[in-house]
């Protein structure tokens, strides 16, 4: 069984202890009973693997694009097994990600033929220079 300290903890999730603390304030993550006396325990919170894979689900979901919200509402879900919203929110999310991606292949074109113009042309200024007001 895995027994961390909060620092071990976030460095096994890959953010900061501020980033812990932060997400246990918006309730991503609980907050774990100080245990009494010394010793090992030393009055410290111990977080376990399930912890961890939390933590690191919610890295993965912000990597993906969701919301803090979305992310609470998605672990919220997690207990109470609705399927259809989890998949509602990862439709949307998906629907999203097709609206950046056609968005950025626009801007990929126009710059790619910025380039291009810049390349073959001798006289005057390098169109990508005009193409952005500065």
């Known amino acids: 069984m895995v027994s961390l300290t909060i620092a071990g903890f976030a460095r096994e999730g890959g953010v900061g202890v501020e980033t812990v603390r932060y997400y246990q304030r918006r309730g991503l993550l609980g907050t774990q009973d100080r245990p009494e006396g010394s010793g090992s325990a030393g ?15 919610i ?15 998605l672990v919220a879900l997690d207990a109470t097994d609705d399927r259809a919203r989890a998949r509602e929110l990862a439709s949307a999310r998906i629907a999203a990600l097709d609206a950046q991606i056609e968005e950025l292949s626009r801007v990929r074109a126009s710059l790619q033929r910025l380039a291009q113009e810049c390349g073959t042309g001798s006289e005057g200024p390098c169109p990508i220079l005009t193409a952005f007001d500065f």
């Open 43 to 57: 009055g410290f919170r111990r977080y376990g693997a399930d912890d961890v894979r939390r933590l690191r689900f």
């Open 59 to 73: 890295r993965s979901a912000q990597a993906a694009g969701f919301t803090l919200e979305q992310i609470g509402e």
